[in-house]
Structures are given as C-alpha cells and as structure tokens.
C-alpha cells in the first residue's frame, strides 16, 4: 500500500485479531479496501460493507453477523 507498506502492517496485525471486518465504504479509499480484502481473505476473516460513514451501522452489521454464526 502507500506510506512503504505502513496500511499493510497496520491492517495485518488488526485483522489477525477480527472476528468480523466491517468496511465503511465513505469512509475508505481503494487502498485500505483492497489491502483489507487481500488480508480477510488471507486470514479467514468475513468481510462486509457498510456503504456508510456511520458508526452505529458498521456495529449492527458486524453484530447481525456475529449473531447470526
């Protein structure tokens, strides 16, 4: 990613903890979307997406699915 790999380290040892990743997709450039893709996928980690900038949402989506497992 940008900033010599910083996004990937960041995110890495983030998702490595998930249970559940949660994109805010206003809130989000193409970069973190992609290296959050690449890392769900690498570490088994459902990813979903909130097309808003909200808080509240980005919870009740990632909790609905929690629930839901």
């Known amino acids: 990613g940008k900033n010599h ?3 990937k380290k960041t995110f ?3 998702i490595k903890k998930c ?3 949660v994109v805010q997709k206003g809130a989000c ?3 973190s979307i992609d290296v ?3 890392y769900a996928k ?3 980690v459902p990813l979903l997406f909130n ?3 909200g808080g509240t949402g980005a919870l009740e989506i990632g909790l609905k699915h929690l629930q839901a497992a």
Do not use: L, P, T, W
């Open 12 to 14: 890495r040892s983030v």
């Open 19 to 21: 249970d559940v990743i």
């Open 5 to 7: 790999g910083g996004v």
């Open 42 to 44: 690498k570490y088994d």
């Open 36 to 38: 959050a893709k690449e």
């Open 29 to 31: 450039g193409h970069v």
């Open 51 to 53: 097309q808003g900038f």
